[in-house]
């Protein structure tokens, strides 16, 4: 039997809806069994297979050229993109230094903030990725279902990982939806 | 009536209601923001837009009258793309990411409509324009970046309250709630009553207290009634772990509509004294804690020993019960001459000693709501009794007039059309010029027979100060009106003057504030139970004459510096109280007590209205009730106490009718 596939990728979030879905327990076994589950960031495989996947979910927002890479790879691999917490659906905590922009914001992380050694410089190594306005995942990549909360609870991640691997679209209502 | 149909059910309702109010009462559920029952409708946020047969566009239901025939649908799938339209812009206009809200979870209207829209997402972005927070207010922050400007802060403000206060600064997506005149919250003409607070809809104005304190639903909620001030407000007791988190008005309200002052709503959640929470005994000169059996002991045989030489003194925020528990046993047990209140009848003695001959001569709150004219005198209502004041304020802008007569003046003073400074004591001459310019000017709407008018005109421009142009002014508007109030507070009754209140009546005859129909002539009066004290003829002035001990059953309650120092004279001073005051630093006996929402009872309101408090935190381990520590004592004394309050109201005659 043909196991529909599923990878994961996380971009400009804190980890925690992986988290959520570890929280899931037990039940992440009946997800294998009925998912084959392929790359994501906390097992081996690091990158969504070249030939293609039936679902792609990512966490976090898009805020720089390395995560709208992620979005575009996983976006062009996955039939269905799954858009997972409230970063990459809204855009979420990272998106308020949109309030001040990117220059502020990075002056006070690596300059002003009171933690920081005297002259110290923003990084600006040409390998790094360059810094953009924090957006939600549907402003870059088109997005097929928005899980949102903060995190989603491990219910909400099972009930939709489970409903899309068995080719049902899940619905989000009553205890199931939480922005929180 | 108006006959409709709502999703294609029938329904029949009286001309002139909303189509919003009309589903409500179908048990039809339509999705607003802006709209809340007691403020007029606005139409303002339109996510209660229906569809209605016939018409072009949808339309706002929260401000379309029903009409005969109507045919309205609140769940088409064209209804549902708007409602969710309308939401993701009011979500795109400003910084409503949920995450960081203290009303997030259950408390957000905003949050709760796109979960009833089964929204998982908005699609449009916010502009991230930043608004300034403005955290210069005591009890309350207002964070325009989570407003959706639906106006119920600024209409609450101006169409409840009657301050005017707060108002929308700018246009279009760059407008902003501001007070005043765009002056920082803390420094404006805020009068500090919340009532903002308890009707935004998100998280823009956050209660500095209990933010992140919990939920609603994790809140316990016990209905009560607030022992601040004798108008009696309803208010519900939001209670977490045995602890105060916030008061609300309670919509339910009979008296208040919902609405409170800064003392009812933030005075018992920012309480600082110090409470008291076991006996303690002086020994040696020091107080020490002993047990409720030693302090007990002691004071039930200093009582014994010095029988008729007692002077008890209460405090009128007790419960009637309380009261009548606490004059029994002074008065008929103990046979004590001297049992009065801290208030000491200050603000309802003489107003008693006159109903004694004109019972039931006060009306009832409700007048003030609809006169057109209210005249306060030695009334400072914006002070104290602040609900009161808001019943005629709010009219103020709809042509209530206000004439406020004192020797101080009041913030009161600035919305007055006319505001007489007068010398203090000048009451009597005042009322009687009033009396007689209208007498001579044959306005009056009753005959008065006064000969001498022209005298007396004269005497009350020498005494009160007062130019006989305004005096005349002040008479003619009086007179003038339809429906005319006359409230007066302290500043009359603090005279014991009883010819003061009669020419008071005398004058609201004369002008129609009192006739058979009307009875628009009321005293503020004091305290939460300053009625029932007097009543119970707990209203004499404390001054010790001989009386070697002294026992004051304080409860919560402040007590003044000239009580204190009076009290203190006694021998031997046994002090009921909740919390350390100069009082008990005095006392030679601090029994413990509970404080009002820790205990049960009754409260008479200044109108008459007798309304129930109940308990809604427990007391600390070693702490009594009020009404306990009194029973006790008589039990201690070999006395039992019948306490039948509701009989022992009745032994005078009362100025307002009980209900």
């Given amino acids: 039997m043909n196991k529909p596939k599923i990878a994961s990728d996380w971009m400009c979030g804190c980890a925690g809806c992986h988290m959520s879905l570890l929280d899931m327990d037990e039940r992440i076994l009946q997800v294998i069994e009925l998912a084959d589950l392929r790359s994501t960031p906390i097992t081996d495989l690091k990158e969504p297979d070249e030939s293609g996947v039936d679902v792609g979910v990512l966490e976090g927002g898009i805020n720089n050229s390395a995560n709208e890479e992620v979005a575009h790879k996983m976006r062009k691999r996955a039939k269905i993109l799954v858009a997972l917490g409230d970063c990459a659906v809204f855009g979420g905590v990272p998106a308020m230094r949109n309030f001040c922009g990117v220059e502020a914001a990075l002056r006070q992380a690596y300059m002003d903030a009171d933690s920081n050694e005297p002259g110290s410089q923003i990084p600006n190594d040409p390998e790094l990725a360059t810094m953009t306005k924090t957006r939600a995942i549907h402003e870059v990549v088109p997005v097929d279902f928005n899980v949102p909360g903060c995190p989603p609870d491990a219910d909400v991640i099972f009930h939709v990982l489970a409903e899309l691997a068995q080719g049902r679209k899940p619905e989000l209502k009553n205890d199931l939806l939480h922005w929180h | ?659």
């Avoid at chain 2, 996510?47 to 609140?74: D, F, H, K, Q, Y």
């Avoid at chain 2, 919509?251 to 509509?257: K, L």
């Avoid at chain 2, 006064?450 to 100060?465: C, F, M, N, S, W």
């Fill in chain 2, 1 to 659: 009536m108006v006959k409709i149909t709502i999703n294609e059910k029938q329904i029949e309702v009286p001309e002139g209601t909303t189509v919003l109010r009309a589903a409500e009462t179908a048990g039809i559920y339509i999705p607003r923001l802006c709209d809340h029952k007691e403020l007029t409708p606005y139409g303002g946020c339109r996510l209660c837009i229906v569809e209605v047969e016939g018409a072009r566009v949808p339309m706002a239901s929260c401000t379309l009258p029903v009409n005969n025939g109507m045919v309205v649908r609140t769940e088409t799938e064209s209804i549902k793309k708007s409602r969710e339209f309308i939401l993701s812009m009011l979500f795109s206009e400003r910084n409503h990411f949920c995450p960081f809200c203290q009303v997030s979870g259950g408390d957000c209207e905003l949050q709760n409509a796109a979960y009833h829209e089964e929204m998982t997402h908005w699609p449009i972005q916010p502009g991230w324009s930043d608004f300034k927070v403005d955290t210069t207010h005591p009890y309350f922050i207002l964070d325009n970046n989570r407003c959706i400007l639906c106006r119920r802060c600024v209409r609450a403000c101006g169409e409840m309250v009657g301050n005017f206060t707060l108002s929308v600064a700018e246009r279009g997506a760059a407008s902003i709630i501001v007070a005043d005149t765009d002056v920082p919250l803390g420094e404006s003409t805020c009068i500090k009553c919340g009532t903002c607070v308890q009707v935004c809809p998100t998280g823009a104005l956050i209660d500095r207290v209990s933010a992140y304190q919990g939920h609603d639903e994790s809140l316990e909620e016990i209905k009560s009634v607030c022992a601040g001030c004798s108008v009696g407000c309803s208010i519900k007791i939001m209670v977490r772990n045995n602890r105060i988190v916030r008061i609300e008005g309670d919509w339910e309200g009979a008296v208040n509509h919902g609405l409170l002052c800064e003392h009812g709503r933030y005075d018992p959640v920012t309480e600082s004294r110090k409470r008291i929470t076991a006996p303690q005994m002086r020994k040696n000169g020091k107080l020490e804690i002993v047990s409720w059996d030693e302090a007990m002991s002691a004071v039930a045989s200093q009582l014994m020993e010095n029988k008729n030489e007692i002077a008890a003194i209460a405090s009128t925020r007790l419960s009637v019960e309380t009261l009548t528990a606490f004059k029994e046993l002074f008065a008929e047990k103990f046979q004590s001459k001297h049992v009065t209140s801290v208030e000491e009848g200050v603000p309802t003695e003489v107003v008693t000693r006159f109903a004694q001959t004109h019972e039931g001569f006060e009306g009832k709150l409700d007048v003030l709501r609809n006169a057109d004219t209210v005249m306060c005198i030695g009334a400072n209502i914006h002070h104290s009794h602040m609900v009161a004041g808001f019943m005629f304020k709010r009219n103020l802008s709809k042509g209530t007039r206000l004439i406020t007569i004192d020797p101080e003046s009041s913030e009161l003073d600035y919305m007055a059309n006319i505001s007489l400074k007068t010398q203090p004591g000048s009451d009597l001459a005042l009322i009687r010029g009033l009396q007689a310019v209208i007498v001579q000017e044959g306005l009056g709407r009753t005959p008065l027979s006064l000969p001498d008018a022209g005298q007396l005109i004269e005497k009350a421009v020498r005494a009160t100060g007062v130019s006989l142009e305004e005096l005349k002014q002040t008479a003619e508007l009086l007179a003038r009106s339809i429906s005319p109030v006359i409230l007066f507070g302290k500043g009359i009754t603090a005279q014991r003057d009883e010819s003061l209140i009669e020419e008071l009546h005398r004058l609201a005859v004369l002008v129609g504030a009192v006739d058979s129909e009307r009875h628009g002539l009321l005293s503020i009066k004091g305290e939460s139970n300053s009625l029932a004290a007097t009543l119970l003829g707990m209203d004499t002035t404390f001054e010790l004459n001989g009386q070697k001990v002294v026992y004051a059953a304080v409860g919560d309650d402040y007590v003044s510096r000239s009580l204190t120092e009076r009290a203190s004279k006694a021998s031997y001073l046994v002090v009921q109280a909740s919390y350390e005051s100069k009082l008990t630093e005095q006392a030679h006996v601090i029994l413990p007590v509970t404080i009002w929402a820790e205990q049960e009872g009754h409260h008479i309101n200044l109108d008459g209205r007798i309304q129930t408090t109940h308990k809604a935190i427990t007391a600390p381990e070693h702490v009594r009730e009020n009404i306990t520590v009194l029973n006790e004592i008589a039990l201690r004394t070999n006395m039992t106490l019948k306490s039948d309050w509701q009989k022992a109201i009745l032994a005078r005659k009362s100025s307002v009718t009980l209900n």
